[in-house]
């Protein structure tokens, strides 16, 4: 293969040696597939042509946070307004049917929530941990007290920054607000007014 005469240092490579590293490809695919080298070989020059065409292509490429369960990293930005809208609406999607209160229907509710929450960011608001053991809210709720849950969610809801926590979608106090949407949305109204009052 022949190679590009200089190496650039600018971000993006020159159209010559894009185009020199095309040429140098293209006659490489000519030969015939049963007599291609297992390997392929390019010199330093089209490596680093291949590099900042690969950096410039990241460069260009737009930070994408999809609503799908995906949870950007601490070090990504967060979505806009509308964005982050957007996937609070698709993960706190209420429950069907709506749970109405009665003994008969709570374990099939709680399936569904179990099922549902594998997939959620509020996932690990779901599990409370009471003297180094770690409890399933939803699994083992008759194994934790009201005062235990009534005082985690005091502690949650009167912290001094929850105004910029509840809009951190990596925060607890987050996942907190977005799971109790959905799960005040997945009541019955009639249940839910019996709730409230």
Known sequence: MSST?????????????????LQDLNQHGAVSPSRMPSNITIT?????????????QQAQTPDS?????????????LPDFHSLAKYEEIISKPLRPAYDGSPDGLIPFLNRLDIR?????????TFITIQNTRYDLIRQFTEIGESVILAETNLC??????????????????????????????LTEEFCITVLH
């Open 5 to 21: 005469s200089t190496s650039n240092t600018s971000p993006l490579p020159s159209s010559t040696e894009v185009n020199q590293l």
């Open 65 to 77: 946070t999809t609503a799908l369960g995906l949870i950007p990293s601490r070090t990504q930005r």
């Open 117 to 125: 929450r594998q997939d959620e960011s509020w996932y690990p608001i």
């Open 157 to 186: 809801w009167t912290s001094p920054t929850i105004q910029n926590d509840k809009f951190d979608i990596n925060h607890p106090t987050y996942q907190a607000r977005v799971l109790v949407k959905l799960l005040l949305a997945s």
């Open 44 to 56: 330093p020059s089209q490596l680093d042509t291949v590099v900042r065409l690969i950096r410039h």
